[in-house]
């Protein structure tokens, strides 16, 4: 696909914008020439009827009808791409069956609410980052498996604002950010805290400073994660998440 398929590529995400959010970080590639990146796209009788978006980290699938068939043609496809991560709904993606040399992970998905117009509580501390961090922020991410294109995505993110960042010197050491955003929606991750200073609050102060942001932006936050890891629950929980849809990644 290209740009001359944008709008029709729109339309389609737009039946279900929430759960595709990972498309909109993705879009700017239809008009470039690095064949690393891009989408596919299915037809129906010259109707767009599934799209796959792809990039040497992720691929995700989206389809207007759960039809087997294209799920089937998805399959054949997907089997092809090396792309480190898979992501897609578990209703979904449980249908594809065994992947050659893929493992499967359960994770939640949903948004963070806010249940009343007072703020999350921030430490003073956290700070919106610029383009001055970025280098910093690059070498904080360089040794973590972090599901975002960190070098690719990292300017824009910066450029909208969407990512604060808490320093011990002049060292990043925990971080928030939103690296897909709609009208309405922000799909927020890469929130990480070195080991050495957790227990502090620091991600969750980052977290809270970054939902606040897309708050006043009228933006509603959404995010991944492990189900498999309690912590993460009552992490998520005192954020005030809420489950929308389960989640499976194919490693």
């Not at 239809?30 to 691929?59: E, H, I, K, M």
């Not at 791409?81 to 499967?104: C, E, F, H, M, V």
């Not at 709609?182 to 939902?211: E, F, M, P, V």
Request: net charge negative; proline share 4%.
């Amino acid at each position: 696909m290209n740009t001359q398929d944008q709008q029709e590529l729109l339309e389609m995400l737009a039946k279900d914008r929430r759960n595709n959010l990972q498309f909109y970080e993705y879009l700017e590639y239809l008009q470039s020439d690095n064949d690393r990146f891009g989408f596919f796209g299915y037809y129906d009788n010259r109707q767009l009827v599934a799209v796959q978006y792809f990039s040497p980290l992720n691929t995700g699938i989206s389809l207007i009808h759960n039809d087997k068939h294209y799920i089937s043609l998805l399959k054949k496809h997907i089997e092809q791409i090396s792309s480190t991560y898979l992501y897609g709904r578990a209703d979904i993606l449980s249908q594809l069956g065994d992947i050659p040399n893929r493992k499967t992970y359960p994770y939640w998905y949903g948004y963070l609410n806010r249940s009343n117009d007072s703020p999350l509580p921030t430490i003073s501390p956290v700070i919106q980052a610029t383009l001055e961090d970025i280098h910093a922020i690059t070498d904080f991410y360089a040794d973590k498996e972090i599901m975002i294109e960190i070098p690719e995505r990292l300017p824009n993110i910066i450029k909208n604002g969407s990512a604060f960042i808490f320093k011990e010197g002049n060292k990043v050491v925990s971080i928030a950010l939103a690296h897909s955003e709609t009208s309405q929606y922000a799909l927020i991750g890469g929130i990480y805290t070195d080991d050495d200073s957790r227990g502090k609050g620091y991600g969750y102060a980052c977290t809270s400073a970054l939902a606040n942001h897309l708050y006043k932006k009228n933006k509603t936050p959404f995010l991944f994660y492990d189900a498999t890891l309690p912590h993460l629950h009552s992490f998520y929980q005192e954020l005030g998440f809420t489950l929308t849809e389960e989640y499976v990644i194919l490693y």
